[in-house]
């Protein structure tokens, strides 16, 4: 794969956390967790696109549903512990 050099700036507590962890390719870390996140937002896209979809087709979801496909879609992503709270 091509790479090509950014600059990018990041939080200095992160950067202090990732080299007291010993990471030593920071790079590489930078590379993983913005292709983390890239592949999050093509899913969220195309749960987007799919739901348009039937929402066409069906009529609008109520929001009582929206809100439980949304905890349930974050607590897949590690968005959340699965605990519900009050």
């Not at 109520?62 to 809100?67: K, M, V």
């Amino acid at each position: 794969m091509v790479k090509r050099k950014i600059t990018v700036t990041v939080d200095a507590g992160i950067l202090e956390q990732a080299q007291s962890l010993g990471v030593q390719n920071l790079s590489a870390v930078v590379d993983e967790a913005l292709e983390i996140h890239i592949e999050r937002l093509a899913r969220q896209a195309a749960l987007r696109e799919l739901l348009d979809s039937w929402e066409r087709e069906t009529g609008p979801v109520p929001e009582s549903e929206q809100a439980a496909a949304r905890a349930a879609f974050d607590e897949l992503d590690g968005l959340t512990d699965g605990r519900q709270t009050a």
